[in-house]
């Protein structure tokens, strides 16, 4: 049996849209806004800090584990970082 852990970019990205929209906000700002920051719920989901609604569990933010939970994603997804910086400065940083 399918669950939403399966496709968690495509919930992780309707959850962002859900959070990010507002009645002054283009869809293509949206659509930008949501490149940016999907990974980032994406890790709240996969570590637990937050449900497929979006709604914290337990009633409060457990910033600890939402902490460890976006290390390890970034960790495991380091074109996150890449698709992150893109959407936010237009390209990738250098390192060096």
Known sequence: MR???DN???VARAVCAKRL???DTSEEQLAAE???WWHL???ELECGV???TGEYVGGEIDWKRK???YRDWMRRHPGSRAVWETARFGAPL???
Do not use: K, N, Q
Request: proline content about 0%; cysteine-free.
């Open 3 to 5: 669950t939403w852990s």
């Open 8 to 10: 968690i970019e495509a």
């Open 21 to 23: 929209a507002h009645r």
């Open 34 to 36: 949501v490149d940016m």
């Open 41 to 43: 719920i994406a890790a």
């Open 50 to 52: 937050i449900d497929e």
């Open 67 to 69: 902490m460890d939970g």
């Open 94 to 96: 250098l390192r060096g």
